[in-house]
Structure formats: structure tokens, C-alpha cells
């Protein structure tokens, strides 16, 4: 018999009985008389399966849809947490390795629980993904996180941060995933929901709360949308099955000043703050449907409506669009199963009245108005790295670069020990992958500049302008996905720049390994893109195909954001000798580059890597 810990599991008789209604939940639980294979109450657990919330219209075409469509109809996913603790047992007694689990759940169903199987790179261990709502972990919770890895050897067990300002442990073994999973619940942490066709992690501003041109909080929002979405209402334990059988993932962003630092322009749902012109009360203004895929990249769209900034708003309207989102979406073909195609389907202003329709059907007393003007005085977006006065008097906030997101176990618990020694033991991540100390002291930050953990070869107080706003997926070291490595190739590659040139102004470079831009090269300033190659071998004298790359130039973010979507260039090698000259041109040409004072000998041993 399993044990299961008291943070995962409530048993099934002591489960209240689930009763959702319109004013409770926003949607009654549908019937699912009309398909009597699928089960309404989940034994194992005591909740409802995912499934148990869809229309049978919805029911019908899933039974109909994708493969992944069809595996979950035949083994909820809101349950997959019970198999990791069943499997974990089983594999640690002998009775089974993970080389006999079914393939439909070590590669898919157990993504419900945060795992995604690394089986092309690392085979039988998984990145486990968490959820961190706003960003902002402690230091407990990195030293949790190290010790968590360490056992995995310094290549594959590695944390990593990534763009939704959020934590993926990597080299997770089964038999390990109950104890990290405990750990995660006991430090208010969760890793359920946090993959495949569930709502991903909440960003929100690395500065709430501790900036002076803040115009929302979003704390409390992120905090809000991610119980939603992962604590049941009913048990007070984390997996909500209400939404446990999305048709696709889904993005929400929320915005807490002019700077944009959620990036909410590629969000399914993005808020960003706004005053009401006529009342001055401050709310949000929705944009809808921004995403990135293999086959689309889209930017969101202005959807005309305009919430407060209160909790029940920013619920009641996530709950609604979500709802229509879960019940109506496609199931057949996923590449059309994202929001924008839901609201493209509709038309904008249509979409606006099921959303109205849906958040009126709660009877929660919130209302929706036209879309706000948004402010118009010039406005510059602010840096988040170095160090940066707090509207607390005698307090800083001090941004640190983590080149490219990756974190080995002693850097974690670094981070960690600076944290307690000067912010209180509070740390925030960023969308660019790097982490925020707040509230320093102001006479503690000389010392706090001077720490050995700060002066070392990686992580940085005070980078370039071009290595201090580099950005990259995972890349081939571990997804299966990608054509090229990127984490590795985008830090030396970002060093190296530095060496030969001198820009103006940060320049961001996002790296990723493959159309499905997990590294967001088209926000970027130069975006490279994993992609098909050719070069001419000297010896054969035939163009031989080798690791290339696409380049995106001209994204933007914040205020004026705008999508890069047409490459620049197309099958550049990856190879330093090809690469970087491309891209030195790029910077001189597009962004006023000038080349470094340097002898052309120690140019040379910079390029090679020898000086």
C-alpha cells in the first residue's frame, strides 16, 4: 500500500461532496451520463476527473480528436500524481523499471504532475517543471531545489529559470519525484498543471511592491489565478480538476507597470494596467491570444475590454475565458487548439460578448467596460539588472545575471546564502532568466557587490550590454526537439561579441533550438533560430549540410512591443567562424556597433577562445 503524503492526497470518504454551482464555481459540473466509460469520481483520488467537467458536445469531439485527445478519455490526467507515487514505490522494491512503464505515461499523462520524460537526450529522467507564481521563490526553497539535483552529477542535474520567470529541475528520476514532490507542498510549492494542456505558470512583475512607478501589485493576482487553476476548492489540495482537461496550454499575463516586464503581447490572456479615463480607478485593459508554435506565431490582440484591479475581477474574467476556452476550443487539430483561433472563430467583439455573457452567469457583481486609453506621456522601459534605488527609504533592489537561466547546485545555494545575508531571504526571477535581490539594505550594498559569488566567471551584477540580456531554450542538450544546443553556444557566443564590439544600449539575444521559439526569438532584438544548414568541405569540395540557424531581427517589447516574423537570414552555420561574423554585421548595421579597441592579434585569440 502506497503511502501518500497529507500535501497530495485527501482519501476518498473524507472528500466533501463536489458541488459546483454557477454562483460557487461559475459553471455547474456537466453530466456525463451519455458516456458511461468515463468515470465522474476518480476513485483513487476522491475528485472529479478532468474529463467530468466538459459538455458531452465537447466530450464527443475529443473522442474523435488527436491522439493526446483520445489518451486522455482513456486515463484521466488529474491522476497522474497517484502513478508517480505508485511507480516510485514499486521501482524502488524491484518490482519494475522505468523501461516497463507505459509509454502513454511516462511521455505524456505524467506531464500532468510537472514531468516531461527527457527520453531522446536522457532516458528515464525527466525535467520537472514547478509553478512560481510572480516569480519570487526564497532561499529554502533554492537550497530545496539543489538538493533536489545534486544527486544527478553536475551535467545533468542542473535548475534552470526560465522565461515565464519560473523553475525547472532537471535529471528527476521517478523514484525521487514522491520525496521532491512532498518537499514542493510542504515549502507551499507545486509541480501539478504545470505541463501539457494545462495553464502555465502566472508572470507577473519582478518589481511588486518595491517600484516607484508601479501602477498594480500583481502579487496578489498571480497568486489568486494560480489557486484557480491548481488548488482544488473542495479538497484544499493542489490539482484542480476543474481544469484538468484543457485543449491546449494556456498563458496568462499580468502586467504591473508602462515597462511591461510580463511581456503580455504573447500571453492567452494578458492584463495589462490602466486607468478607467473617467472614474480613476485603476484596472486592466485585456489582450487576448498571443502565442508562439511551430506553425504560428501571433501577437495578442486588443479585445475592448477593460476589468478593476480587484481579485474577484481578475478571477472572474480569467474563469470565464477559460471556461469557454476548455469547452469550445478544437480537439482534433492542436496547432489550431490556442486561444486566437477561438477568437478568430468568433470575431472579436462576438468574443467579448460570450466573455461578458459567461462572467454575468457567476452572479459575482463584476463588470466589464470598454477598453481604456492607455497612458500617452513618453516613457522608457527600465532595466532590471544592477543595482536600482526602492521607494523604501534606504532600501535597493539588486538584479543579477544568470547566463542563459542554468544554474548548477552550488550557484543555487549561492543565491541562496546572499539572499538570507541581505534581501530577507527572498529572491525574484525574470522572464529574461535572471533573479532580482530586493530590499538590500543600502549600506550593505557595497558588501553585498564584493561577494565572491558575484565576481566569479557566471553570475553578475553589473554584465554587458550583450551578454546581460542574453536568452535561451533548452536547447539539444536535453529536448528532443531542438536541432541545435543553444544554452551553451548562446553564453560563449554572447562572451565573445562583447570582445569585439561596443554598442550603446542593451541588445537582446534570444536563442532557440526550434521553430517552437520555447526561447521567444521573435521579441528579440536578434533572434537565432535552430534550423537547416549547408558548407562547403573543403576536402570533398561538396556543401555538406551542418548546425545552422535562422536570424530574426527587429523584435521589440513593452509598451511598443512587436513580433519579429520574417527571418532576416536563413542557413547560417552555427559554427563561431560563420556565426559571428553574421551577426557582428547585424549589430553594426542595425544598432550602430562600433569594433572594440583591440590589437588584431588579441582580436584573433579572442574569436578562437585562445586569450
Same mark, same amino acid.
Given at each position: ?6 500535501a497530495?492526497i =485527501? %482519501? ?11 454562483s ?8 456525463? /451520463?451519455a ?9 483513487? !483520488?476522491?475528485?472529479?476527473?478532468g ?5 458531452q458536445?465537447?466530450?464527443d ?11 486522455k478519455?482513456?486515463k484521466?490526467g ?11 514505490? &514499486? ?5 519494475m523499471?522505468?523501461? @516497463?512503464?507505459e509509454?502513454a505515461?511516462m511521455n505524456?499523462?505524467?506531464?500532468y ?7 531522446k537526450r ?5 525535467m ?5 507564481p510572480?516569480?519570487i521563490?526564497?532561499?529554502?526553497q533554492? +537550497?530545496?531545489y539543489?538538493d ?8 545533468k542535474g ?7 520567470q519560473?523553475?525547472?529541475l ?15 507542498h510542504?515549502?507551499n510549492?507545486?509541480s501539478?498543471?504545470?505541463?501539457l ?11 511588486a511592491?518595491?517600484?516607484?512607478q ?21 479538497? #484544499? !489540495?493542489?490539482?484542480?480538476p476543474m481544469?484538468?482537461?484543457?485543449p491546449? &496550454?494556456?498563458n496568462i %499575463?499580468?502586467?504591473?507597470s508602462r515597462?511591461?516586464?510580463?511581456? !503580455?503581447?504573447?500571453?492567452d ?12 480607478v ?6 487576448l491570444?498571443?502565442?508562439?508554435s =511551430? ?10 475590454m477593460?476589468?478593476?484591479?480587484d481579485?474577484?475581477s481578475?478571477?472572474t ?10 469547452? @469550445?476550443?478544437?480537439r482534433?487539430? +492542436?496547432?489550431k487548439a490556442?486561444l ?10 462576438e468574443?467579448?460578448q ?7 452567469s ?8 470598454? %477598453? ?11 532595466e532590471l539588472?544592477?543595482?536600482?534605488k ?11 545575471? $544568470? ?11 549561492e543565491?541562496a546564502d546572499?539572499a538570507?545575508a ?9 522572464? #529574461? ?8 539594505d543600502?549600506?550593505?550594498v557595497?558588501?553585498?557587490l564584493k561577494? +565572491?559569488?558575484l565576481?566569479?566567471?557566471?553570475l553578475k551584477?553589473?554584465?554587458?550590454? =550583450? ?8 536547447g ?8 541545435v544546443e543553444t544554452k551553451?553556444?548562446a553564453?560563449? *557566443?554572447?562572451?565573445k ?5 561596443? *554598442?550603446d544600449?542593451?541588445?537582446r539575444i534570444?536563442?532557440t533550438?526550434?521553430?517552437?521559439s520555447c ?6 532584438? =536578434?533572434?537565432i533560430?535552430g ?16 548546425p545552422?540557424?535562422?536570424i530574426? *531581427? ?7 512591443a512587436h513580433? /519579429? ?12 567562424e560563420?556565426?559571428i561574423p553574421?551577426l557582428?554585421?547585424i549589430?553594426k548595421?542595425e ?7 583591440m590589437?588584431k592579434?588579441?582580436?584573433l585569440? &579572442?574569436? $578562437?577562445g585562445?586569450?
Open positions: 500500500m502506497v503511502s501518500y503524503s497529507r497530495l =485527501i %482519501a476518498a470518504a473524507a472528500v466533501p461532496a463536489y458541488a459546483f454551482t454557477a460557487s464555481m461559475g459553471r455547474r459540473a456537466t453530466s456525463i /451520463s458516456a458511461p466509460a468515463i468515470q465522474q469520481v476518480d476513485t483513487r !483520488t476522491g475528485k472529479p476527473t474529463t467530468s467537467f466538459l459538455p458536445d465537447t466530450i469531439r475529443a473522442a474523435v480528436g488527436s491522439p493526446i485527445e483520445k489518451a478519455l482513456a484521466d488529474t491522476s497522474a500524481f497517484v502513478d508517480v507515487y505508485e511507480y516510485a514505490a &514499486k521501482f524502488r522494491s524491484g518490482e523499471t522505468w523501461e @516497463e512503464v509509454a505515461d505524456t499523462r505524467l506531464k504532475v510537472g514531468m516531461l520524460h527527457r527520453d536522457t532516458p528515464g529522467q525527466f520537472m517543471r514547478l509553478k512560481v510572480n516569480g521563490v526564497n532561499a529554502d533554492m +537550497r530545496f539543489a533536489c539535483v545534486e544527486k544527478y552529477g553536475e551535467e542542473v535548475v534552470d529559470i526560465t522565461t515565464r519560473n523553475i525547472q532537471r535529471g528527476v528520476k521517478i523514484e525521487d519525484a514522491p520525496d521532491i514532490i512532498d518537499g514542493l510542504a515549502r510549492q507545486t501539478f498543471q504545470s505541463a494542456d494545462n495553464v502555465r505558470n502566472m508572470v507577473g512583475s519582478p518589481l511592491g518595491i517600484d516607484d508601479e501602477m498594480v501589485d500583481t502579487r496578489e493576482f498571480c497568486n489568486a489565478l494560480n489557486d484557480l487553476v491548481s488548488l482544488d476548492p473542495v479538497t #484544499e !489540495t493542489r490539482g484542480n481544469w484538468g482537461n484543457l491546449r &496550454k494556456f %499575463a499580468v502586467s504591473g515597462d511591461d516586464y510580463a511581456h !503580455t503581447h504573447i500571453n490572456i494578458g492584463l495589462v494596467p490602466c486607468k478607467n479615463a473617467e472614474t480613476g485603476m484596472g486592466f485593459n485585456v489582450v491570444g498571443g502565442y508562439m =511551430i506553425k504560428r506565431v501571433a501577437e495578442s490582440i486588443p479585445a475592448d477593460w476589468i478593476p484591479a481579485r474577484n481578475v478571477v474574467l480569467s474563469e470565464a475565458i477559460l471556461r469557454i476556452f476548455r469547452d @469550445e476550443s478544437e482534433k487539430d +492542436r496547432q490556442r486566437m483561433w477561438l477568437v478568430e472563430k468568433y470575431g472579436v467583439a468574443f467579448k460570450a466573455v461578458i455573457k459567461e462572467i454575468d457567476y452572479n459575482r457583481g463584476v463588470t466589464v467596460s470598454a %477598453a481604456q486609453p492607455l497612458p500617452t506621456e513618453p516613457f522608457e522601459r527600465r539588472l544592477g543595482v536600482h526602492q521607494p523604501q527609504e534606504g532600501k535597493s533592489r539588486v538584479g543579477v545575471l $544568470v547566463p542563459t537561466g542554468r544554474l548548477s547546485v552550488k550557484e543555487c545555494r543565491i546572499l538570507d541581505y534581501s530577507g531571504g527572498e529572491i525574484r526571477l525574470t522572464v #529574461e532568466q535572471n533573479f532580482i535581490l530586493p530590499n538590500v543600502d549600506d550593505k557595497d558588501a553585498l561577494e +565572491r559569488a565576481n566569479g566567471a557566471r551584477v553589473n554584465p554587458g550590454f =550583450i551578454d546581460g540580456n542574453t536568452v535561451s531554450c533548452t539539444a542538450q536535453f529536448c528532443g526537439l531542438a536541432l551553451a553556444h553564453e560563449a *557566443v554572447a562572451k561579441l562583447e570582445d569585439l564590439v561596443t *554598442v544600449r542593451p541588445i534570444h536563442w533550438g526550434c521553430p517552437n526561447g521567444q526569438v521573435q521579441v528579440a532584438d =536578434i533572434g533560430m534550423g537547416p544548414a549547408r558548407k562547403l568541405d573543403e576536402e570533398t569540395g561538396k556543401m555538406m549540410a551542418v545552422g540557424c535562422k530574426f *531581427v527587429g523584435g521589440r517589447i513593452g509598451e511598443d513580433l /519579429s516574423l520574417d527571418p532576416y537570414k536563413e542557413g547560417v552555420p552555427l559554427e563561431d560563420s556565426l553574421e557582428v554585421e549589430l548595421n544598432f550602430g556597433a562600433k569594433d572594440k579597441t590589437r592579434r588579441d582580436k585569440k &579572442k574569436l $578562437v585562445l586569450a
